[in-house]
């Protein structure tokens, strides 16, 4: 079984400060660990992921994730905000079958609205 | 890069009605999956396909069907549309055995239930 916790369901940053997205997740194989981020009415664009490669993940317009296996957490980070960073972000599990072949299903987690003022 | 490509974009039936929701997968993915994400929600796994076989199976109601066809292009069929069924259904898909993992997601169809 996987799950994932976004332990914020809205965060507001102004403009130029640091973003910090916060998920835990739980499986009981390998996991594969992703973000994707959701502008609103649009569809879901991968922003970056792990597969047990670097534990430092760096992904698309400057964001950034470290997997952390003893605190079972992937928390997404960016130093500067900008306006077009809001968007709601969705922690992402996909657990590996034994062996390392991904078992494709994803679990999402509840998503975080990301609100940048000016 | 070619994407996904879902067909219809927006979607709109009554109830008892029945709806076909098509999913063109990037070229030579093998793998499409099905997602439905009601409103203020999280996407829910539906159904996933890899070379034509049915290969996982999540939250969807019987009233719901799914295939995927020699071009690998994938259908959803729902009948029997109850209110409830009114979302937004992503279409996703990879490369068993490439990049693991990676999904890459349509833009989504959002059907609407009257």
């Known amino acids: 079984a996987q799950s994932v916790t976004q332990l914020d369901s809205h965060v507001s940053v102004s403009e130029g400060t640091p973003v910090l997205l916060r998920c835990n997740y739980s499986?009981?194989?390998?996991?594969?660990l992703f973000w994707y981020v959701q502008h609103p009415n649009k569809g879901l664009q991968l922003l970056l992921k792990?597969?047990?490669?670097?534990?430092l993940v760096k992904g698309i317009n400057g964001f950034e994730a470290e997997f952390k296996k003893s605190e079972t957490s992937f928390h997404l980070t960016k130093p500067s905000a900008h306006m077009s960073d809001a968007a709601e972000y969705f922690c992402?599990?996909?657990?590996?079958?034994?062996?390392?072949?991904?078992?494709?299903?994803?679990?999402f987690g509840q998503g975080t609205i990301l609100t940048v003022h000016p | 890069a070619a994407g996904v490509i879902q067909s219809p974009r927006h979607l709109i039936k009554e109830k008892r009605e029945t709806a076909t929701l098509k999913c063109y997968p990037i070229?030579?993915?093998?793998?499409v999956y099905w997602y439905q994400q009601g409103p203020g929600q999280d996407p829910q796994f539906l159904i996933s396909?890899?070379?034509?076989?049915?290969?996982d199976k999540g939250s969807i109601p019987d009233r719901f069907s799914a295939q995927q066809f020699s071009d690998y292009h994938s259908e959803l069929n729902m009948s029997s549309l109850e209110l409830g069924d009114s979302a937004l259904y992503f279409c996703?898909?990879?490369?068993?055995?490439?990049?693991?993992?990676?999904?890459?997601f349509g833009p989504g169809t959002r059907l609407t239930v009257l």
């Open positions: 996703a898909s990879s490369l068993e055995g490439g990049v693991p993992d990676t999904q890459y």
């Open positions: 499986s009981s194989y390998s996991p594969s």
């Open positions: 792990y597969t047990s490669a670097a534990t």
């Open positions: 992402v599990v996909s657990a590996s079958k034994a062996g390392g072949t991904s078992y494709g299903k994803l679990t």
């Open positions: 070229p030579r993915h093998d793998t």
């Open positions: 396909f890899y070379e034509k076989m049915q290969s």
